[in-house]
T-cell receptor, first 110, second 112 residues
């Protein structure tokens, strides 16, 4: 069962621009996580936001969480060509395994 | 360096053969997971284990089997009963369920 749904499916921007990806989910959660996947590689954890948090920052990443709308957004500021990857949201609920969305493919053009 | 090692990176098998994918971690994590990823798709959970000698089915367990005899190891067998086994397989681990996952670099299995 796929809980998270990322939007858009694909995004292409110029280097230096900001990239915003959204994630919607269906049931109540304890936390929401964002991961990055470079082509042909495993996923790398980027940031975790708990259900009682509204916003979190890590370097050029900013994540927001709106539990009333069951949605989250990931903002990457001042994007670089190296940010080109797929980005996935995953929801955590209790001790159960994370449930992943289908991802957003980000292309940053130099 | 702590991490998860999946081997091999590429695996080719004939239809009808069972194949075992290796996953080893030295992070001292209790929980381990197997996900399957098809082109342009998200991750789908095959099996997971939260403690040695115990494991649970995920969303797409049919045609797969696992074992967890040691904390560090969680091999996945793709059996001949799996109808469409060609995919990218990812192993992951975490301290406990719901916490951030550490992933291996995957095994790409091609069955012809």
């Amino acid at each position: 069962s796929q809980q998270g749904e990322e939007d858009p499916q694909a995004l292409s921007i110029q280097e230096g621009e900001n990239a915003t990806m959204n994630c919607s989910y269906k049931t109540s959660i304890n936390n929401l996580q964002w991961y990055r996947q470079n082509s042909g590689r495993g996923l790398v954890h980027l940031i975790l936001i708990r259900s009682n948090e509204r916003e979190k920052h890590s370097g050029r990443l900013r994540v927001t969480l709106d539990t009333s709308k069951k949605s989250s957004s990931l903002l990457i500021t001042a994007s670089r060509a190296a940010d080109t990857a797929s980005y996935f949201c995953a929801t955590g609920s209790g001790n159960t395994p994370l449930v992943f969305g289908k991802g957003t493919r980000l292309s940053v053009i130099a | 360096d702590g991490g998860i090692t999946q081997s091999p990176k590429y695996l080719f098998r004939k239809e009808g053969q069972n194949v075992t994918l290796s996953c080893e971690q030295n992070l001292n994590h209790d929980a381990m997971y197997w996900y399957r990823q098809d082109p342009g798709q998200g991750l789908r959970l095959i099996y997971y284990s939260q403690i040695v000698n115990d494991f649970q089915k995920g969303d797409i367990a049919e045609g797969y089997s696992v074992s967890r005899e040691k904390k560090e190891s969680f091999p996945l067998t793709v059996t001949s009963a799996q109808k469409n086994p060609t995919a990218f397989y990812l192993c992951a681990s975490s301290m406990i369920g719901g916490e951030p996952l550490h992933f291996g670099n995957g095994t790409r299995l091609t069955v012809t």
